[in-house]
């Protein structure tokens, strides 16, 4: 059973930049999409970058490509999110999940899944 920790969240101004981390606990294969999500208040869970952990296929939504950018380390089972240039609407708890799919489908359906963990919380504001 695959266990998911984000870390890294926190309080930024507009302009800004974070890093988020995000542990896996269990064994994935190849095939497995990493992607973060995020759920702002009245708002659905939405994808915002994923990545095959086998061949790093990413994919990115139009509202934050050029500012976010997925990684992965294999080695330490971790998948990383860089945001940069973040903006208030970029406000939410963001989380992490994994599945066997494609990197277009992890990250356009997420309400689909399940298996959340925690999340973390970023909030941009002056």
């Known amino acids: 059973q695959l266990r998911f920790v984000e870390s890294g969240g926190g309080l930024v101004q507009p302009g800004g930049s974070l890093r988020l981390s995000c542990t896996v606990s269990?064994?994935?294969?190849?095939?497995?999409?990493i992607g973060w999500f995020r759920q702002a208040p009245g708002k659905e869970r939405e994808g915002v970058s994923c990545?095959?952990?086998?061949?790093?296929?990413?994919w990115y939504p139009d509202s934050v490509r050029g500012r976010f950018t997925i990684s992965r380390d294999n080695a330490k089972n971790t998948v990383y999110l860089q945001m940069d240039n973040l903006k208030p609407e970029d406000t939410a708890v963001y989380y992490c999940?994994?599945?066997?799919?494609?990197?277009?489908?992890?990250?356009?359906?997420?309400?689909?899944?399940?298996?959340w963990g925690q999340g973390t919380q970023v909030i941009v504001s002056s």
């Open positions: 999940l994994a599945d066997i799919t494609t990197v277009a489908s992890m990250c356009m359906l997420p309400t689909m899944r399940s298996g």
């Open positions: 269990g064994i994935m294969s190849d095939r497995h999409v």
């Open positions: 990545i095959n952990k086998g061949d790093g296929r990413t």
